[in-house]
Structures are given as structure tokens and as C-alpha cells.
């Protein structure tokens, strides 16, 4: 007998996308430049293993707390579900402080050993790290034999992605907290900049930007 997958779950938590800045540029530049070298003969070129590099620090350092939703190509997406261990105030802003400090040293390592020089290899240099951190209700679901976060909620936060942040602080290197997250989780803001973005469905979304660079 086939074993059934377990039915949806009601979850209250903090929702955490941790993203990297560039990469789809990046990738774009380095499948250009080795189109005929190292494509054409059926390797991979090395920018690849150093991408797999970055994602695998940023899951090392956010999980736990946090539990690994999936990877979505650029992003790791993930979760924490409401408990007493649950990363509250200064601790959560720490933790991604350290994460963005753990990635920016595996992007100097991978320069350093970098075994291609060309412009477009060059360029890893320019990939940077961004948080987008948001609070709420949100459905855990088995489909397709995976685990899958359903909800408004996990909509928003996807979407908040595309914000004004970088603009705002002259770089992309940031954590946006919303005030939902800030509030419920008591998170230090008096170093941030407050932002509002509009998406069609939600009310204006109050947050604030928080630099990861210092």
C-alpha cells in the first residue's frame, strides 16, 4: 500500500529568502565568453561549482535555525516555524550578519583560486547577498512528493525581492525586515532605513533596510 502523504499544515513563522545579487547576469556573461571552450568540449566551466559554493555557506549558516524550504535557482528559501527557540531580537539580526559575512569570504576564496581570468569570470567579484525577512500565517503542503509553503504570505515575501532597498542605501548588500517580522520578532531597527512597497493584492508593506556592509 502505497503511504499517503501527510495533509496541509497551518504554520505561523518567520519566512526567510536569502538571495544572490547578480547572478543571473553573471551566468549569462560566463556561458557567452566559454561557449566555444569549455561548453563546446562538455565541461562545465568552474563559475558553476563556485555558485554551488556560495548556495551550499548559505544554507550551512541558516540552517538551523531556520528549516531549508527549497533552493530556487539564485535563493534559498527558508522557514521557522514558531517555538521558544524561534531567533528573536539581536540574535536574528546576527544571524545574517554572519551569513553575509561567511558568503563574502567564499566569494574571496573562490577569487583566489579562480583558475579563469577572463572578463566574465572576473566578474563574481560583483555578486553580493540580500535578505528579505517577513513574518506570517503560511501552509505547508506535500506536492509532488516534496514539501511546498503555500499562502499570501509566501507570495509577499517573493515578491519583496524587487524592492527599492538597494537604491536606498546606495548597494545591494541588505537585509528588509517588515515590520511584521520587526514587530513580532523584536527586531533592533534603529540602525535601518524605513521603506513601503505597493503590490497589487496587499496593503502597503511597511519595512525597513538594513545595510549587511558594515
Known sequence: MTERAPGPSSVSGQLLLADISGYTSFLRQVADAHANDSFAGGAIPPAYAAISGLLDGIVERLVPPFTLSKLEGDA??????????????????????????????LLGEAERIWPCSCDACSGIEALDLKFVLHSGHFVVQSIAGGRELVGPEVVLVHRLLKTGAGDLIGHGAHALITDAAAIAYDVPTVDALPLVEHYEHYAPVDAYVLSLRG
Open 76 to 105: 534559498v528559501f527558508v522557514f521557522s516555524a514558531d517555538s521558544p527557540a524561534t531567533l528573536r531580537g539581536p540574535a536574528l539580526v546576527d544571524c545574517l550578519t554572519d551569513c553575509y559575512s561567511a558568503f563574502r569570504a
